[in-house]
């Protein structure tokens, strides 16, 4: 569990009242309710119900005091060294109030911990990545024979991030951010 106050102590909004806690089956309804309004807007893309449920062990899930849920987040690994934060979304309410920067915290340690080197997004929100340490960064993230290897996954999110034509709508505008961990 990850407590907001350890993870930005010089903030005035953080707000101590949650923990972070790795994302149960039960879980999985609300994470598609709280993501799908950024789906419709083209922030993040959609998924069904299936692959939220495949992926649910990627998942971080943020709760305030009461046990009610108030953000998302996941991991997804694509290479030895690369991974990716994935479907990070916070409930309006809890906007600015230290909920998405333990998210990524979370999201860093269980990376560190997996061996990655290297995290990166495709993201809208290019401030808020910036100042948790991600810089913006050309397409090359990986070796022309790693490409050859993940090209081959059927997965959405590894599509956007080879700057597929097919996932095209759901990416113009965004921007690619790396941090080295």
Request: aromatic share 8%; net charge negative.
């Amino acid at each position: 569990m990850h407590n907001a106050a350890a993870s930005e102590p010089s903030s005035a909004n953080v707000d101590a009242a949650f923990t972070v806690r790795r994302a149960r089956t039960g879980d999985v309804p609300w994470i598609q309710e709280l993501v799908e309004p950024l789906v419709q807007r083209r922030i993040l893309l959609g998924k069904d119900l299936v692959v939220f449920y495949e992926a649910v062990q990627e998942f971080y899930v943020a709760v305030d005091a009461s046990g009610k849920r108030i953000g998302c987040g996941a991991l997804h690994v694509f290479w030895e060294d690369l991974g990716e934060v994935r479907t990070l979304a916070v409930a309006d309410e809890w906007l600015g109030r230290g909920v998405g920067r333990a998210l990524i915290e979370t999201i860093e340690t269980d990376a560190r911990e997996l061996g990655l080197s290297r995290l990166f997004c495709l993201t809208f929100e290019v401030a808020f990545f910036e100042r948790n340490g991600y810089l913006a960064s050309p397409l090359g993230l990986v070796a022309p024979d790693v490409y050859a290897e993940l090209v081959r996954s059927p997965d959405e999110g590894v599509a956007e991030f080879l700057d597929l034509t097919r996932v095209k709508p759901n990416t113009l505008g965004n921007t690619r951010m790396l941090k080295h961990l």
